[in-house]
Nanobody, 124 residues
């Protein structure tokens, strides 16, 4: 099993930056790709971005492209989501997800491992 723990969420103002972290533990050798999803109240959980392999491949949702950056520290088994130029519509609970195979699908059911989520609130 793989355990994922997110951290770094909080309350910020529009235009601010925030960095989320996701630390993996357990059978981390079985993890290849990791991704971030988010879910706003009353909405479906949506793909934000992902990273596969040793950071060679990344992919982002159009809504965050150019503002958010995902990176990975293999030695620390941690993936980061750097969020810049935050907007009120970025307000959501952010979840980290992981899968054993290469590739960055956008469907949540492709990821067997999930964290508990961290809240990000962006005020206008």
């Amino acid at each position: 099993q793989v355990q994922l723990v997110e951290s770094g969420g909080g309350l910020v103002q529009a235009g601010d930056s925030l960095r989320l972290s996701c630390a993996a533990s357990g059978r981390t050798f079985s993890v290849n790709a990791m991704a971030w999803f988010r879910q706003a109240p009353g909405k479906e959980r949506e793909f934000v971005g992902g990273i596969a392999g040793r950071g060679v491949s990344t992919y982002y949702a159009d809504s965050v492209k150019g503002r958010f950056t995902i990176s990975r520290d293999y030695a620390k088994n941690t993936v980061y989501l750097q969020m810049n130029s935050l907007k009120p519509e970025d307000t959501a609970t952010y979840y980290c997800a992981a899968k054993p195979t290469y590739g960055i699908p956008t469907m949540r059911n492709e990821y067997p491992y999930w964290g508990q989520g961290t809240q990000v609130t962006v005020s206008s």
